[in-house]
């Protein structure tokens, strides 16, 4: 199989497919980096999230609330405020979850050594829990995530359980949270226009380099199929475990030092 050739077909069948997210376009905060990776012959984005604050209703199932068996009640990409909150948890029948969810973007890289590049950019910015998975077909994919989530009940079958005090208090965090997000995606962004700049000297001026052996690989079941150019709300599970379409066992491959 040529991977180059197939790689071209994926990315031109991804890219061309309608956005199924609920706001039908990429989020404002990670619209430039997702325009720099697809204008790459190396890349090309299958979903993106710039991160949100959430206010989920719905049964909870062990520890977490299920999100496409629950209602949406607030959604915002920005800073929030108690006011809206107060008014959405009032539409609340179940268990309310207040969330904070950081940035989650997947990206197709051509070949292993592309996905190294953009994973020492995800980490550099402080994207700490990013990770690479190989599949059986060839699809090399790098996962784009932080660890700084948010995640705290308000009601419970529809009697709100905390104070607006607390809910106040609550937000604050969630906001700064939000706030520290914006500032990792803006040094990922600076971090990567870096990396190509020195990628295209380095493969101008010397032979291209062989795959790092401190990468280690661990072998893991593959969860599902992904799909989507962008994020779709309505499918966050195939976000949360994008899989690259490869049934069975894939590879995983992280720094040894992760």
């Given at each position: 199989?040529?991977?180059?050739?197939?790689?071209?077909?994926?990315?031109?069948?991804?890219?061309?497919?309608?956005d199924l997210?609920r706001?039908?376009?990429?989020?404002?905060?990670?619209?430039?980096?997702?325009?720099?990776?697809?204008?790459?012959?190396?890349?090309?984005?299958?979903?993106?999230?710039?991160?949100?604050?959430?206010?989920?209703?719905?049964?909870?199932?062990?520890?977490?609330?299920?999100?496409?068996?629950?209602?949406?009640?607030?959604?915002?990409?920005?800073?929030?405020?108690k006011?809206?909150?107060?008014?959405?948890?009032?539409?609340?029948?179940?268990?309310a979850?207040?969330?904070?969810?950081?940035?989650v973007?997947?990206?197709?890289?051509?070949?292993?050594?592309d996905?190294?590049?953009?994973?020492?950019?995800a980490?550099?910015?402080?994207f700490?829990n990013?990770?690479?998975?190989?599949g059986?077909?060839?699809?090399?994919?790098?996962?784009v995530?932080?660890?700084?989530?948010?995640?705290?009940?308000?009601s419970?079958?529809?009697?709100?359980?905390?104070?607006?005090?607390?809910?106040?208090?609550?937000l604050?965090?969630?906001?700064?949270?939000?706030?520290?997000?914006?500032?990792?995606?803006?040094r990922?962004?600076?971090?990567?226009?870096?990396a190509?700049?020195?990628?295209?000297?380095?493969?101008?001026?010397?032979?291209?380099?062989?795959?790092?052996?401190?990468?280690?690989?661990?072998?893991?079941?593959?969860?599902?199929?992904?799909?989507?150019k962008h994020?779709?709300?309505?499918?966050?599970?195939?976000?949360?475990n994008?899989?690259?379409?490869?049934p069975?066992?894939?590879?995983t491959?992280?720094?040894?030092?992760?």
């Amino acid at each position: 199989m040529d991977l180059s050739a197939e790689f071209k077909r994926w990315k031109a069948q991804c890219l061309s497919k309608a956005d199924l997210s609920r706001k039908g376009s990429v989020d404002e905060d990670v619209l430039e980096i997702v325009q720099l990776l697809n204008g790459q012959e190396q890349f090309f984005t299958t979903s993106s999230c710039a991160g949100r604050i959430i206010l989920l209703d719905g049964s909870v199932n062990g520890s977490e609330v299920q999100k496409q068996n629950c209602c949406w009640l607030l959604v915002t990409h920005k800073a929030c405020v108690k006011d809206d909150v107060i008014v959405a948890l009032q539409k609340a029948k179940g268990d309310a979850i207040l969330k904070f969810e950081p940035l989650v973007l997947h990206v197709q890289c051509r070949q292993l050594q592309d996905a190294q590049i953009l994973h020492s950019v995800a980490i550099d910015s402080g994207f700490r829990n990013s990770g690479i998975t190989v599949g059986k077909r060839g699809k090399t994919m790098l996962a784009v995530r932080s660890t700084h989530g948010l995640e705290v009940p308000l009601s419970h079958q529809g009697k709100l359980m905390v104070t607006e005090e607390y809910i106040n208090f609550l937000l604050k965090i969630a906001n700064q949270k939000m706030e520290e997000n914006k500032k990792r995606i803006e040094r990922f962004y600076h971090c990567l226009q870096h990396a190509l700049e020195k990628e295209t000297v380095s493969t101008t001026s010397q032979p291209k380099e062989k795959v790092n052996t401190s990468y280690i690989r661990k072998k893991k079941r593959n969860p599902g199929k992904a799909r989507g150019k962008h994020v779709n709300e309505e499918h966050d599970k195939e976000l949360e475990n994008n899989d690259h379409d490869d049934p069975g066992i894939s590879d995983t491959i992280f720094p040894e030092d992760y």
